[in-house]
Nanobody, 125 residues
Framework: EVQLQASGGGLVQPGGSLRLSCTVP????????IGWFRQAPGKERERVSF????????YYVDSVKGRFTISEDVSKKTSYLQMNDLRLEDTAVYYC??????????????????WGQGTQVTVSS
């Protein structure tokens, strides 16, 4: 069983920052694209950001561009999602995932093969 371990969620005020972390088993980290989804209350799960392996090209959903940054520490087999200027609408359970990116021009999609447990991010004043 592949286990991705996500952490770093919490409660933050609008405009604040959080950094999520996800540790990934080595084989999965080396052979899949790693990234993040989120699911807000009453909404469908949506993709947020992924990094292509091995090009390291970053992909973001439009609503987080310029505010969120995805990165990886290869030595630690860990994915990070730095979230700045958080908004109320960023409140959601965030899930790390591993899969294979599909790209067409500037658009992208992913069907994850593996999921981590969620970590709650709450943005509230």
């Amino acid at each position: 069983e592949v286990q991705l371990q996500a952490s770093g969620g919490g409660l933050v005020q609008p405009g604040g920052s959080l950094r999520l972390s996800c540790t990934v088993p080595a084989f999965t980290f080396n052979h899949y694209d790693i990234g993040w989804f989120r699911q807000a209350p009453g909404k469908e799960r949506e993709r947020v950001s992924f990094i292509d392996n091995p090009s390291n090209k970053e992909y973001y959903v439009d609503s987080v561009k310029g505010r969120f940054t995805i990165s990886e520490d290869v030595s630690k087999k860990t994915s990070y999602l730095q979230m700045n200027d958080l908004r109320l609408e960023d409140t959601a359970v965030y899930y790390c995932a591993a899969g294979t990116l599909s790209t067409v021009d500037s658009d992208w999609s992913i069907q994850p093969d593996y999921w981590g447990q969620g970590t709650q991010v709450t943005v509230s004043s």
